[in-house]
């Protein structure tokens, strides 16, 4: 009895160790097929760096200026009798805005007149009476004078009539109308707003330390929220000769078309003002930048070094970046690429330094330095 019992332990210590044995074998061969273990390729798009020729731009916020622009007011008190202008309408130059009461007015200038040509008469012919001797040279100074005083008189009183037909001094557009038929209208008092808006001024400030780089005749880039994914290009018209002393800015001023009329004085849009040098930068697509606290970063394509028991192709290396100016879907690197170098385009939130990769740029995104939005 006693030698079945051992022959029984005896047999589950061989059988334990031949369970043992068989599952460290399994296990050794699991963790040697793991560190072969080689995760299958990443598909990714990529990009050569090469070095190019940005345009050197200094930026502003600038605010719109009619070219010109006032509020038409009235020179003389009277009582408005005709509006026959339309409230946001276009005039011409001289075209009649508001008519004030002239009734006295053309009632003087008729006697005046009359009294011009009392004067003229009798100017000539004192004048012929003195050519005979007939009256002194006093008499004809005085009547010559009193000529001269009607005429006086009747171009006072036609100058009153012109002020109080109130015209467009320039063509332009028309504002809100502020009068009323029948209102008595007192100097100075405001009619409407009469803004010339085609082309329009844009006005802006710069450092004094670009001083240096500011000229007439240099192209600016207006954009504003008004126009959404447009651009619309000017000159440089002048430059304040002084500098502010509050602010030490240069207060410049441009000239952009403004055909639509979608410019309107008082708005504010951001001005870029393009530089005759040109800038060598070398830029990436944004999209290719891995942005983290410890510093950014991009994924280097390189060549997979031949082994034994893999085939050859490309691997990523992880490089730290310093970034510099952003431009449309580009950015500045200034320090961590070198001119020639592939770099991962789209995809590299998914990569780790030394995995290999597929290139597929059957579907890379067109980058742009002025990527324009599609309407939706």
Known sequence: MKKRVIF??????VLIGVLGGIKG???SRMTADGKQFVPPPETVTTVKVQIESWESLLTSVGSLEAVQGVMVTAELTGKVVNIPFVPGAKVRAGELLVQQDISSETAQLRASEAAVALAKTTLERTRKLLTEKTVSQSQYDTADAQFKQAVAQF?????AIAKKTIRAPFA???GIRLVNLGQILNE????VSLQSLDPIFVNFSLPQQQLAHVQTDLTVRVTTDVLPGQTIEGKITAINPAVDTATRNLRVQATVANSDEQ????MFVNVAMVLPAKDK?????????????????VFVVEEKKREKNNPPGKIVRQQFVRLGEKRGDFIVVSSGLKDGETIVSTGGFKLRNGQTVVVDNTLAPEFKLMPKTNDN
Do not use: H, K, M, N
């Open 8 to 13: 029984t332990i005896v047999g589950l210590f």
């Open 281 to 297: 930068v070398l830029a990436i697509p944004a999209t290719a930048v891995l942005y983290a606290p410890y510093g950014d970063s």
């Open 172 to 174: 332009g557009s028309l």
């Open 25 to 27: 074998l399994q296990i």
């Open 155 to 159: 171009d006072t009183i036609r100058a």
């Open 188 to 191: 100075g008092e405001a009619i």
């Open 263 to 266: 410019l309107r004085p008082g």
